[in-house]
């Protein structure tokens, strides 16, 4: 807390002897011959060459227990400066260069007496190094809370009104400015929080001195940059050949049990480090960072982080965390188990195994690589648990955090002590214990061969079917044609089109991802991608033009083909565009209980959900209610219709109902929401039941085709307009014309 406590009874001039600041201490001035402090305090420095007791040039301090002030003036070079410096109430005026910028060190006693030494501003780990703009140079390891830059000639109630105003600020950088005088104070906490390194200050493995944080202040404005490293400084013990030799680096599988033995026997590498507190260590193409642990006064949180580029490193930069995907962090709690557990050999570690022996049921795992984590003792049951977070990439299946304890020759992954979390791309594990650990990617629950092989054959008779009967129906439309189409035949001439594409697509799409051309894989994904979200939008505007027609009153839509036909094939491939660029599209498998089928299709499953499953659920919401109003009207048509006539053959009706209905379900794509009930025990008859109805789904819409059709009958032509009418066919309540609108 600062507070300052200021009299002039008699009007004179503020004469600063000094400057006093610390922390939690009532910040105090003394003026002229007045004391008007309630404290005394002795030795004070006289600021030399004064040329007016109301003013200082500048002064820079910290909150944290380091203070001083620097004088400027025209008669000192651009890079030169006055630099107070004071010793038992002495002072001394030199001309030196910024660097070496002298500051008071206070100590306060019970008589009230203020004890100075002389230090160096760069004893406190602060260089003001360049003025003009002003260069700050603060160690990361001191810190101070808030650095106050003063310039100009300040009147010691401005500034002191103003430094008391920020007491505690939490704000990056605040500017004031009052005529000659202004001040720039920041949190170098906050202003360097999102700070990059600059490469020519900068290397991965740079000594403790190097790590600075540079503040550059100008115009009330600051901006920082890095030096040095976010690592911990790491050096690399040499250890003896049959150690570095256990795990050859041109095998292409890390051996499980090796690993394991290796990891129990780490507390013979201790004798090796000699004086060293952190040390990398390299065992092939496994390797991994050993870190003694301090007295129990100095543990805190321990962060490692591994990248392609760096291996594993242990971080102190925290503001570095977010730019690397694999992070580990080892809490206090088992750091403290782990010192009370052996004293003597108290060590952390974190070791990657790429390529390890897979388990007995061959899972996947994420990254293909496996870490371990080993203090030398029992840690198990932790309260705050140890976070192991890896990125999530391209993967398949879903992910699940998994430990072994390292016993037996292949790993038995196991989830007890873990649970998973998914954020986005990345994936953390929290554990209560330390062991081996993975992200075991599960795959979808295979079907059986069987099944599989069933369904395989009812898709390519379907698709064959569908196919056959598909160009049929465009082959009439388009050769065979005695009217011209109304506006109804050419919305569902499109949906064949969509549904011809896919099923060619589909059936050829096997055969391209046999050819082991990625190229070609990945055009064919795209092509059958883009042909899927086309029939779905086909399926929208065929609901979309029903409600047109059932609407009660006349609507007029110029250019309606037009701007249907657009809306129907523009959006997917703008989709499948973005999608195709971003290299998304490839070669996937299908695993089942006895073999693998590959095809070409979306390598990200986000991508499948957020695309693919969510719009078609949006789709279905609105062709689904358009379904229910429309039967809604049937049955009030066919009830009307029962009211007038005595005699009804209830077969004929029957047949085309039922005709009318699947037809519906077919042209509105609500066959595609079986998909839906694929979990649990319907998963395997949902399958049965989708696979049928869609795979025969341009049947279904060949029959309804001939039902609709106006091509064979003795319709009169439409005239040519550019303009689109649709009336209400319903409001004679003829089952005929019905049947025609639809």
Known sequence: MLSRNLENPSGMKWNICGLLLILSVPFCISVGPFKSCTKTYNNLCPIPDRTSDRIMDMFILGRDGFMGYLKTGNNFARNMSGILSCSNGSSVNTTQQLVNMKVFSFEENTNCTMNTSLTESKDYGVILSRNLPYKLNISRFVIPTFVCLIEGKCKNGTWTDWITDLRGTNETTKYFKKVACNITCLNPTKTCQNAKYNSNCSAINAGEESKMNNIEIQDGKATCFKCGSPFEVVKEVSLPKEMSNKFNANKTETDAGTAAEAMKNLSSILSLMGNLTVASISMGNVKGILKKIPSESEIKMSYFIYSSETDIKVLDDLDQLKNYPNVFSIPEEAAKKALNQSREKAFMSVFRFPSMTKDAENSPVLNDEVYAIEMGAQISNLSDNISLTFPKNQAIGTPVCKSWDGN?????????????????????????????????????????????????????????????????????????????????????????????????????????????????????????????????????????????????????????????????????????????????????????????????????????????????CFIFVFTFTTFIVVLRWLSLLKLNRLNKVEKVQRSSTTTLDITTILGLCCMLGLTWSFAFFGYGALRLPSYYIFTILNSFQGFFLFIYYLKASRHFGDSEESKRTEDTNTENPYEDLSTEDTRKAI
């Not at 599960?442 to 008779?461: F, G, K, R, V």
């Not at 160009?471 to 949906?495: C, P, Q, Y």
């Not at 110029?558 to 660029?581: E, F, N, T």
């Open 408 to 616: 037996g020759s292949r790993p038995n992954w196991t989830t007890e002590g873990c649970t998973t979390l998914t954020e986005g791309e990345h994936i953390t594990c929290k554990c209560e214990h330390l062991t081996f650990f993975a992200v075991l990617m599960i795959p979808p629950e295979p079907i059986s061969q069987n099944d599989l092989n069933a369904l395989t054959y009812i898709t390519y008779i379907g698709c064959g079917l569908s196919l056959f009967f598909l160009s049929i129906g465009l082959f009439m439309h388009f050769l065979m044609r005695k009217v011209k189409a109304t506006d109804s035949m050419h919305v569902l001439i499109n949906l064949f089109v969509a549904l011809f594409l896919l099923n060619v697509a589909f059936l050829s799409n096997e055969y391209v991802a046999r050819a082991g051309d990625i190229t070609a894989c990945k055009v064919m994904a795209g092509f059958m991608h883009y042909c899927l979200l086309s029939s779905f939008t086909w399926f929208a505007a065929e609901a979309f033009h029903l409600c047109l027609q059932m609407a009660k009153h006349s609507v007029t839509i110029k250019h309606y083909i037009i701007k249907i036909s657009v809306v129907g094939w523009a959006p997917p491939a703008l989709v499948v565009s973005i999608i195709y660029i971003l290299g998304k599209y490839g070669e996937q498998t299908i695993k089942t209980d006895t073999s693998n089928v590959t095809m070409c299709w979306i390598l990200d499953s986000d991508i499948h959900y957020y695309v693919n499953i969510s719009y078609y």
